[in-house]
């Protein structure tokens, strides 16, 4: 892209340059030298295979508004990203893949590879939603925080992390296509969730801030599931609740 052009001819090792993602790239490979240290290869296709920077420091990648698609691992250690208000789809399908974070969010997160498996590496922070379309995310004993949407067609394994809803707007929708997670919070001052099938907690459940709306789904909880609320859980009042013990101290239940 032109916004990328850096003129012909490697930059000099002494410049600072900040290349900014506004639309969606597509290209068949690109080297950034970042000043100072090593070379950064993304891989190939239309689309950057591999990003990794390992060793590189003070490097920082804008997201912007585009999409940043990645057919294999993603690894910002040491790297600042800018979240923009764009997307990034992982869209391997083979397994083995993995995402560190290394401190830094996205906005918008999707997994849309047939056949693909990634594995998270440590804490996943989500401005916007998270959507597993096609494939297999693993979650292991990493935390994940969602600021909007969580929308599941493929597979997600929750395992022994905790899942944190902490958007401030109305109309955020979950879809969990059978998940089993472990610990759910829900924890956005003005937040509101609804469900759109059953909701499974092996964990705990705590609504600190926010309103979740179950809307006639099941809320399958485990026999020792602690429910804490100082929010608000709403339902119809048909719906199928499965180990439930009120939270009879604070919050609200309509």
């Not at 560190?100 to 999707?110: A, G, I, K, V, Y």
């Not at 590879?113 to 597993?132: F, H, I, K, P, Y």
């Not at 003005?190 to 006639?216: E, Y």
């Given at each position: ?5 850096s ?6 090792m ?18 950034i030298t970042v ?8 891989g190939?296709?239309?689309?950057w295979?591999?990003?990794t920077?390992g060793?590189?420091g003070?490097a920082t990648v804008?997201?912007?508004?585009g999409?940043?698609?990645?057919g ?11 979240a923009?208000t ?7 399908t ?16 999707t997994f ?9 590496q ?6 916007g ?7 297999t995310?693993i979650m292991g004993?990493?935390?994940v925080?969602i600021g ?5 067609t493929?597979?997600?394994t929750?395992?022994?992390?905790a ?7 109305a109309d955020?929708t979950?879809?969990?296509n059978?998940t ?8 956005g ?10 909701l499974?907690i ?7 801030n926010?309103?979740?709306d179950?809307a006639?789904y099941?809320?399958?909880l ?5 429910f804490s609320?100082?929010?608000?859980l ?7 609740l499965?180990?439930?013990t ?9």
């Amino acid at each position: 892209p032109a916004a990328w052009d850096s003129g012909g001819g490697s930059q000099s090792m002494s410049t600072w340059y900040t290349f900014s993602l506004e639309n969606a790239v597509s290209t068949t490979k690109v080297k950034i030298t970042v000043p100072g240290l090593a070379n950064w290869w993304p891989g190939e296709l239309a689309e950057w295979q591999t990003i990794t920077a390992g060793a590189v420091g003070n490097a920082t990648v804008n997201a912007g508004t585009g999409t940043l698609t990645v057919g294999g691992d993603l690894d910002l250690t040491n790297i600042t990203r800018a979240a923009g208000t764009g997307t990034v789809v992982m869209n391997a399908t083979d397994t083995g893949n993995e995402l560190t974070m290394d401190s830094q969010s996205f906005n918008n997160l999707t997994f849309n590879g047939s056949g693909g498996e990634w594995t998270l590496q440590d804490t996943l922070d989500l401005r916007g939603n998270l959507a597993v379309t096609d494939g297999t995310f693993i979650m292991g004993a990493n935390n994940v925080a969602i600021g909007g949407n969580l929308t599941v067609t493929g597979t997600l394994t929750a395992s022994s992390a905790a899942v944190t809803f902490d958007a401030t707007d109305a109309d955020n929708t979950i879809t969990t296509n059978s998940t089993a997670f472990n610990d759910v919070v829900f924890n956005g001052a003005g937040g509101t969730w609804t469900l759109q099938d059953a909701l499974d907690i092996d964990g705990d459940l705590t609504i600190t801030n926010g309103t979740l709306d179950i809307a006639g789904y099941d809320l399958a909880l485990a026999a020792t599931t602690t429910f804490s609320n100082a929010g608000t859980l709403q339902m119809e009042g048909t719906e199928p609740l499965t180990n439930f013990t009120n939270d009879t101290y604070s919050g609200v239940m309509v």
